[in-house]
């Protein structure tokens, strides 16, 4: 759906990926000025010297001090799609790994590609600190979650590292939106290493600047790993672009001087037009306070469900996502959730927002 | 050893992969300038219009007319690399598959990984149009290949697309070193339809440019091709980078206006570089006639192998790559080669493979 979206000639409205795709602001324009001279920078310096500089200003960026910057164990691949897919294949052949429940779908497909087997972590597991035992081999944790929001706070953390040590267990963690949400920002490194955990955590640029696919996925795992990472990496690359790593490193530094808030603001300004909008029909936003650049939009059961509401609004040229295939293991209980995101200039947001509404309205009046 | 000589932090000549590092021609200089126009060009114009545009211009730029341009049937990677995983994840689990033996080592690796059979096809077999039958489902040829420079003539692509036909087998053509060699730049897809064959077509930008990464692997396929091969593409990526396609398109319009010329004056400057150093100490390029970026030289069965050339050039701060992984089924008979890479600023080839034979001199003395 999101291939279509993207695809789609006759323009419409889309808000299928969590891709960033707001305007430029003044501050992220004069850094896209810039690369014509970064090109000509990544000639002249050493490649180790631009990925880890641009490491160090992105991880900072957003609250991770601990992370392993020059030690070689952090990788940069072209998005952290490709980052899990290198963790999908270098987990053992027919491990079993417990994945939170909803989240992003590509997890559990590129997994279960890879031959793994998996078992849902549900959100409220989590938040009981409930974590399962074996044969579970590893246990992977969107923080932020894609799509709740749900963030899973840092003593949390500490209780799954701690559990994952006890029954020789592998922590992963997907923290692509991380850098959205400040209450995610707590040094997750230094949690995990403290427990003495096994750890792999993955780290994304794409989703906070508008960059048009030139992002880094970061792949950074534990000393104590012993998973072949580096050599799926070697066959799946030789290297992220040193262009794209100066351009994260400035971006970093602009997100730092304010970058962060006006993002915010942003994504806080479109979440509030899609709750004044869908409110108008009785509709509200399934996790309020949810900070990431997506919303759930909550359907009642006596309404029309999510797959109906999309081909409605695909009618209306409008792109949306329907939630069940992020209930990957329980595809109905999805049903109820329609998902926008919120990373698009202010009046296409608005306007779909008013979009869903109106179909709502009367997709539930001929019912 | 690719990776290893990218992050040797203490410098050192690195020509180990064959992407392009070449200084850029004022005339590419000139389309790197324009990077943050076509950044504001991505915002506002759809990414077909983008997308289609840049397939075009490239391919018509090296000879690819009939290739399916506005399809749908081309898909745009972030890599040749992410091109040929994809390919291996959407064949049948078990399938089997014969590889051109030797070549880039690369294809053997991912394809293995996703459970896929091998059998090797020698460059001696496709010189006598000896293709293989039941069992393979598929066989895959590399042209230009690499690291030899072979060229697979276009009655011998016709001729091994009519047996594919016959034998219900898919041809799968990885073309990454096309754009640098004429005699590879024969209609390819026309060729394949006129036979009726199912066939997959890789073209890859990265082995052209020196773009520092920003770059696209495209993956063709035919009509009749039945392989879940935009399933297995979604879950590896949303679309490449609008800006990276501009830039793909601008490239190609150079390469046609005298950049091919520049790019190939250049190469062949570097060859004729390695050939006489080489030459010096008795030694001779495996491939003479090859107009790749890459130079195998062999080695005689009387003086030291590529292995312990391998170890005494790196003693010397110089990164090659012994041809055992390209024999990826006999590595055996890949240790009388060695490979440099011909996309480098000329003082670095000159000076590598001065160095080179300063080492296979001494070895030999000491033998």
Not at 55 to 84: E, K, M, N, W
Request: net charge negative; proline share 6%; aromatic share 6%.
């Amino acid at each position: 759906m999101e291939v279509d979206a993207l695809t789609d000639v006759d323009g419409g409205l889309n808000l299928t990926d969590g891709h960033a795709r707001l305007d430029l602001s003044p501050q992220q324009a004069a850094v896209i000025a810039r690369l014509p001279e970064m090109f000509a920078v990544a000639t002249r310096r050493s490649f180790p010297s631009i990925e880890t500089a641009a490491h160090r200003a992105f991880l900072d960026a957003i609250g991770q001090h601990s992370a392993p910057v020059g030690s070689g164990r952090i990788l940069s691949c072209y998005s952290s799609t490709l980052s899990t897919d290198i963790v999908a294949r270098a987990l053992p052949a027919g491990a079993t790994v417990a994945v939170l429940h909803p989240t992003f779908d590509n997890i559990a497909d590129l997994f279960v590609t890879r031959g793994l087997k998996l078992v849902p972590l549900s959100e409220e597991a989590l938040l009981r600190q409930e974590w399962p035992g074996a044969p579970v081999d590893a246990i992977v944790v969107t923080n932020p979650n894609n799509p709740t929001g749900l963030v899973t706070p840092e003593g949390h953390l500490r209780s799954l590292a701690e559990h994952a040590v006890r029954h020789g267990q592998t922590v992963i963690i997907d923290a692509s939106f991380r850098g959205q949400v400040r209450d995610a920002q707590y040094d997750t490194y230094a949690v995990l290493d403290a427990a003495g955990a096994d750890w792999i955590v993955i780290e994304d640029t794409g989703k906070l600047w508008p960059t048009h696919e030139l992002k880094i996925g970061l792949l950074a795992y534990s000393e104590r790993t012993r998973l072949p990472i580096e050599r799926a990496f070697s066959e799946s690359l030789l290297a992220a672009s040193p262009v794209v790593l100066q351009l994260i490193e400035a971006l970093a530094a602009d997100w730092v001087d304010g970058g962060y808030e006006r993002a915010r603001d942003l994504v806080q300004r479109n979440r509030d037009a899609v709750r004044e909008a869908i409110g108008s029909v009785g509709l509200r936003l399934a996790d309020p306070e949810s900070q990431i650049s997506v919303a759930r939009v909550a359907l009642p059961v006596d309404g029309p469900d999510s797959s109906l509401l999309y081909k409605e609004l695909l009618e209306r040229g409008v792109h949306v996502l329907p939630c069940a295939p992020f209930h990957w293991a329980d595809p109905e209980s999805g049903l109820r959730f329609i998902r926008l995101s919120l990373a698009r200039p202010h009046a296409t947001v608005a306007s779909a927002a008013r979009t869903l509404a109106d179909a709502y309205r009367e997709l539930s009046a001929a019912a």
